[in-house]
């Protein structure tokens, strides 16, 4: 394998553990988790494997730690965008809208690889599992704070935020594989959580978002499920 020279220049051990982590992710979002290996990370930033090995000496670690960062940078994201929400419900309704829009179909197939993936791997397993937990958390404040604000009306709304991020995942799957229509899929998400927020019908949207433009189909994303 040839390498670029600028590339494989010595670098501190901090700058170089940084760069095959950017790789790592870089790999996983253009093409899933299946494909981050040894050769890939080296191929992509021009070095060994032996030396990527020398920082990574395991694969299943870095499929792990690089999931957990994806996720993590999701959630950061998803916060920005609901900040300037002056409202419980604005930001309820803008969560819905951007965890089920195109622009989320990445870090989607991201999930369904770790979901899968996670059977025969140990280390991503937990990782997984402590994501959709940072999740659960993430979206049970928005629930609680609406519920503290007179805004939602729920006995239980730790257990509402587990039901509709259930109920996103499974859409989201289905619309990995162009099934469904986005829109319409928003509109359900919108109709289970005005339900069980005591929220009226429509307050969250449109149940079938009447009246908005079509979006384009998301772009093919790269999953690679494991052959039983």
Same mark, same amino acid.
């Given at each position: ?19 095959? &982590?950017?790789? $790592?992710? #870089? *790999? ?6 299946? =494909?981050?290996?040894?050769?890939? !990370? +080296? ?25 957990? &960062?994806?996720? $993590?940078? #999701? *959630? ?6 609901? =900040?300037?929400c002056e409202t419980s !419900? +604005? ?50 404040v928005l629930l609680n ?58 307050a969250l949207g449109p ?22």
């Amino acid at each position: 394998m040839s390498t670029d020279p600028s590339a494989s220049r010595r670098k501190a051990p901090i700058e170089r553990a940084a760069e095959i &982590a950017r790789a $790592a992710r #870089e *790999i996983a979002l253009d093409e899933g988790l299946s =494909a981050l290996t040894l050769r890939a !990370v +080296a191929s992509r930033i021009g070095v060994t494997p032996a030396l990527v090995s020398h920082y990574q000496p395991s694969m299943d670690s870095l499929v792990a730690s690089t999931f957990g &960062a994806i996720v $993590a940078a #999701e *959630i950061g994201e998803v916060a920005e965008e609901l =900040a300037p929400c002056e409202t419980s !419900v +604005a930001a309820l309704q803008t969560l819905i809208d951007t965890l089920l829009g195109p622009a989320r179909s990445t870090v989607t197939a991201v999930w369904l690889d770790a979901w899968s993936l996670g059977r025969r791997h140990p280390a991503l397993a937990v990782e997984v599992g402590v994501q959709m937990d940072a999740w659960q958390a993430f979206l049970a404040v928005l629930l609680n704070t609406g519920c503290a604000r007179g805004e939602f009306r729920a006995i239980d709304p730790d257990a509402v935020a587990w039901q509709l991020l259930a109920i996103i995942d499974g859409l989201n799957a289905h619309a990995i594989v162009r099934y469904g229509h986005a829109q319409r899929l928003r509109g359900l998400v919108r109709t289970v959580a005005e339900h069980e927020l005591g929220l009226r019908s429509g307050a969250l949207g449109p149940g079938d978002d009447s009246g908005r433009r079509p979006e384009p189909d998301p772009p093919p994303a790269s999953i690679t499920v494991p052959v039983c």
